[in-house]
């Protein structure tokens, strides 16, 4: 979601920049499988396919004597079965589509006129392909349980209700403002105020506390996946670039999104999940993961908005293995003699294979230029940097059971005598 008065910086301080989920223009343009009708399912309005009309034409929801609605033309899926549109189009008689607002491996973002409530709203549109369907169906069911026992201006993203259109699961979705990581890309990579930090981290730990207790692991929280609940921001002045503002959001509520990850708490969780740069150790060592996963997601998040950069830069398991040697020390052998058939070639006598086994000079390089944890944060943070210090320690124990849990991260200090949110 792009913040269309930001500036954009120049960033090449980055050494090594992230895979980001594509985000511009898909013009081609997708089949149509019928007329839709509503229904409730779950007390979230669905919309259910009931057959092809003759006259390509789709009618509104509900009878309110509005006029015929033309549809779009009949056009098939691109190659790797995402929906084609056109801006001005249908989206059913009820949406009318404004822009694209992103794209990711589950399909794209519509910005859409929503012309029963009379406001924009963002609806996903999941690509065509079975596994994604089914995905999508399995993150409507973890909305619609978010959505019971939250209030309206809860911590999660509302979905408001969701469709089949044109074999596509359609989720339709309050409109809210641009990512954090948007707000970092637009301002050449820049470190958050610490004030701001320590609210949007409150906030993070309350969503993910709330998950947990509803037995839910998101498993991909990231930057991306924050948004910032208002669209308008304010002039900042940063005094450690000369003559240059940074635009930040005028109020720091945030809400978290993306729950097509999300999964119910069990004891055989094994697979790999999370954005590689947000990725638990236990994850990568094959050792099964829980909600400890995610409270080491938020910890590299709240590092990334302190000083800017993710924390690990990095695609590969090993250097990815070094660089937290690197930040926060040796990881336990324990850990190491445990580690399943996929991990244990990364370690050699009870220690880890580096540099020996370093897939390049650059690699080592990119290792031995990384800071431990307390030198990062005093690098970035002048206020509160002990605080922070010592909560990131607690969210960054490589034990996943003596890692902080987000209630307990909560009541840690650093958020001490700071209860309300900045508006």
Not at 89 to 95: A, K, Q, W
Not at 155 to 167: E, G, P, S, T
């Amino acid at each position: 979601m792009e913040l269309e008065c930001l500036t954009e910086l120049p960033h090449a301080h980055v050494d090594r920049p992230r895979k980001r989920a594509r985000l511009g223009w898909d013009v081609s343009i997708a089949p149509t499988i019928g007329v839709l009708c509503g229904q409730e399912v779950g007390g979230v309005t669905s919309l259910a396919s009931v057959g092809a009309p003759s006259d390509h034409t789709y009618y509104t929801m509900h009878a309110k004597g509005v006029a015929r609605i033309a549809s779009p033309p009949w056009r098939e899926d691109d190659k790797d079965g995402h929906y084609m549109f056109g801006l001005g189009e249908n989206l059913t008689s009820r949406y009318k589509i404004y822009s694209k607002m992103g794209e990711g491996t589950f399909g794209q973002v519509l910005e859409c006129w929503d012309r029963e409530s009379k406001e924009m709203v963002a609806i996903k549109i999941v690509r065509g392909i079975k596994k994604y369907w089914d995905a999508a169906l399995i993150e409507i069911d973890v909305l619609q349980q978010l959505a019971k026992h939250q209030a309206s201006s809860g911590l999660c993203v509302q979905i408001r209700n969701w469709f089949d259109y044109r074999n596509h699961i359609c989720i339709v979705f309050e409109k809210l403002g641009p990512s954090l990581y948007d707000f970092l890309r637009k301002n050449g990579y820049r470190p958050f105020p610490i004030d701001l930090v320590r609210e949007i981290g409150r906030q993070l730990l309350e969503s993910v506390a709330f998950m947990h207790d509803l037995r839910l692991i998101h498993t991909d929280l990231k930057p991306e996946n924050i948004l910032v609940v208002s669209q308008e921001h304010v002039n900042v002045s940063d005094h450690k670039v000369f003559c240059n503002n940074m635009r930040l959001p005028k109020s720091s509520a945030v809400k978290v999104i993306d729950f097509g990850s999300t999964t119910y708490d069990s004891r055989d969780h094994n697979y790999i999940v999370s954005t590689r740069h947000y990725r638990a150790p236990e994850v990568i060592l094959g050792l099964g993961w829980s909600y400890p996963c995610d409270v080491w997601s938020l910890g590299c998040i709240l590092v990334e908005l302190c000083s800017g950069e993710a924390l690990f830069q990095t695609h590969e398991n090993l250097e990815h293995l070094a660089m937290m040697e690197r930040v926060l020390g040796p990881i336990p052998r324990h850990m190491m003699k445990r580690a399943d058939r996929h991990a244990e070639k990364y370690f050699r006598r009870t220690r880890l294979n580096w540099p020996e086994g370093a897939s390049s000079r650059e690699s080592i390089n990119a290792v031995h230029k990384m800071l431990r944890l307390q030198n990062l944060v005093m690098k970035h943070v002048d206020r509160s940097a002990g605080d922070l210090i010592d909560l990131l320690q607690g969210m960054f124990k490589y034990e996943p059971a003596e890692r902080l849990t987000a209630h307990e991260a909560l009541r840690h200090p650093f958020f001490r005598n700071n209860n309300r949110r900045m508006e």
